[in-house]
């Protein structure tokens, strides 16, 4: 599938696009940029997990990052598909397939 991307404007390493299926831009993230991301909410989670004691807002703080780190990691693996199915190489090592698994044994096969 080849889509047409209309580049709106490169600035400071990110691009803005436009597709013909979506009414508004949306942004390219490099594969490195995007693992970073997602190694910096991880982080922070962690940090946050250590803490006691657990107030209701360090606990709606932690619900509100799982969710961030399962949709950064969720487009990772989306990513890693595609690249493998296009024979393109990771700039990593590391598996998002793997760590969703990890995290939802029961969710979906990646």
């Not at 997602?38 to 990052?65: C, F, H, M, R, W």
Request: glycine share 4%; hydrophobic share 45%.
């Amino acid at each position: 599938m080849k889509e047409t991307l209309n580049v709106l404007a490169v600035e400071n390493h990110v691009m803005v696009v436009e597709t013909p299926d979506h009414s508004h831009p949306g942004i390219v993230i490099q594969t490195d940029a995007l693992l970073v991301l997602y190694g910096s909410v991880k982080n922070a989670l962690e940090l946050l997990n250590d803490l006691t004691p657990k107030t209701v807002q360090l606990e709606e703080a932690i619900l509100e990052l799982n969710s961030l780190r399962d949709g950064l990691l969720e487009r990772l693996a989306v990513l890693e598909n595609v690249m493998e199915n296009h024979n393109i190489s990771l700039p990593y090592t590391w598996s998002a397939r793997s760590e969703l698994i990890k995290l939802n044994p029961e969710g979906e096969n990646w």
